[in-house]
């Protein structure tokens, strides 16, 4: 039926060093800044966390548990603390969730479970760059990324689609310097970032994520179509022209 090539785009992240894994933060907590060797402290009845990832200065214990009851108390099963505090921009309650009741950035425990939004597609969504800044810094001590930029919704919606088909110049400018970031990531219709840019007139942003896609190979050819029951593009072949009927043409001669 299709003209199938190699695929042009793998959803888990062809370009560069794509997110593997969210193993669970509980399991393997781990911050920015903890691969640098920085020296830990000690949190009551959390173990420690790496010194340089939350300056003492910054935000104290009781600080944090404020900040953490602000997001935990009416939690409903729906909407994790960590969705809700990317959505209000609140960095301090992120990392306070984060650090202080080890709450996760991603995956299972931080989904949106009405769309399948992570906190990173919410604050893409809302043009939240620091937040966006902050997520991004998290490493495993093995210098995997925490978060998985890649991921979409129920959508088909990743944060970089979010952020180009809102406008937020700011937003996508930083997600397209993360090599981990795909930029041809359609959504559920097959339309890509820079489609969903182009046609509410952000044409600018749809440049920049068109220059992106070059420099990492993963442009799209034309006749580009995507299947999203494989999760792949494929490639259409031309339609052949129809044949004519020499039996019709004798007919009109005569």
Request: proline letters at 6%.
């Amino acid at each position: 039926r299709r003209n199938q090539k190699a695929p042009l785009s793998d959803v888990d992240g062809a370009a560069g060093v794509a997110a593997k894994g969210q193993e669970s933060l509980d399991s393997d907590f781990l911050t920015a800044g903890a691969a640098d060797g920085a020296g830990v402290m000690a949190v009551p009845g959390q173990g420690k966390l790496p010194a340089s990832a939350l300056p003492q200065e910054e935000m104290t214990a009781e600080e944090m548990q404020v900040l953490c009851a602000e997001y935990t108390k009416t939690y409903d099963g729906q909407i994790p603390p960590m969705w809700k505090a990317a959505f209000d921009n609140n960095l301090r309650a992120m990392k306070a969730l984060h650090y202080y009741y080890r709450r996760a950035v991603d995956g299972f425990d931080a989904v949106n479970r009405e769309d399948r939004s992570m906190p990173s597609h919410i604050a893409a969504l809302r043009g939240h760059v620091e937040i966006l800044e902050w997520l991004a810094a998290l490493h495993w001590y093995d210098g995997r990324f925490v978060c998985n930029f890649n991921l979409r919704d129920d959508g088909g919606h990743t944060p970089l689609w979010l952020a180009a088909a809102w406008g937020w110049n700011k937003a996508v400018e930083f997600l397209l310097t993360l090599p981990q970031v795909h930029p041809v990531i359609p959504d559920m219709h097959g339309a890509t970032p820079e489609i969903a840019a182009r046609r509410v007139g952000f044409t600018q942003i749809a440049d920049a994520i068109a220059i992106r896609s070059k420099e990492l190979g993963v442009a799209l050819p034309e006749r580009a179509e995507w299947d999203e029951p494989d999760k792949r593009w494929y490639v259409k072949e031309p339609e052949a022209a129809p044949e004519e009927d020499e039996d019709d043409d004798d007919e009109d001669m005569e």
